[in-house]
């Protein structure tokens, strides 16, 4: 029995965004990935393949989908992970990368502390940016002279990126409170990948 996970459904999402989830017969979801296709509406069959069901219905349930909002409380749990990681490599970075350590601080208390979509809408002093998506994630070279920090954020740039597009994808099927509030996220988002790029260029010019 394989066990799709939430992992593979959030690539598969970021990769090509889906209405409708197709289960093989010989696979189950475990409770996190139920949880996610739950989160996003997105039609699915509970315990096994669309096999011997009416695609009529299958296309009215993918239609309805795609007319429901989505539930923002996976994104703040998204949020509330990856803020609590920035915190975590802030840590490891003092003494080592002082700018890093100070940005990823500033920017993963923000998110831990976000209890609601409003909390990351602008205060209107400011537009808001159109979120730029962040390419590849850094490669630092394996070198005795590059500080572990460097892998640490690496890895959290890619974890930031895929939580960006997941999002992004999910846009058009939130209300238009909601969508404000995420591209503000986005774009601060989008920034800690660029802060997180730095840091790897600066310790690799300093080699």
């Known amino acids: 029995m394989h066990y799709i996970t939430e992992s593979e459904l959030r690539d598969a999402y970021a990769h090509q965004p889906y209405d409708s989830y197709e289960l093989p017969g010989d696979a189950k979801l475990t409770p996190s990935a139920r949880q996610f296709l739950n989160d996003f509406r997105i039609a699915f069959d509970g315990e ?53 350590a100070r940005r990823c601080d500033e920017i993963g208390h923000a998110w831990v502390a976000a209890h609601a979509m409003s909390d990351f809408a602008t205060d209107g002093s400011n537009s808001v940016v159109e979120p730029h998506l962040p390419g590849d994630a850094p490669e630092p070279p394996l070198d005795a002279c590059v500080h572990p920090i460097c892998f640490e954020a690496s890895v959290l740039f890619a974890q930031i990126a895929r939580c960006v597009r997941v999002w992004k994808n999910a846009r058009s099927r939130m209300a238009a409170a909601d969508a404000e509030a995420l591209d503000a996220w986005m774009c601060e988002a989008s920034g800690a990948c660029d802060e997180l790029a730095d840091a790897v260029n600066r310790a690799r010019e300093a080699m």
């Open 48 to 100: 096994g393949a669309y096999a011997g069901q009416d695609l009529s219905d299958t296309h009215a349930k993918a239609t309805e989908a795609q007319t429901q909002t989505v539930d923002t409380s996976a994104l703040l749990m998204d949020a509330h992970l990856l803020g609590s990681q920035l915190r975590l490599l802030s840590r490891h970075a003092l003494g080592i990368d002082n700018v890093l």
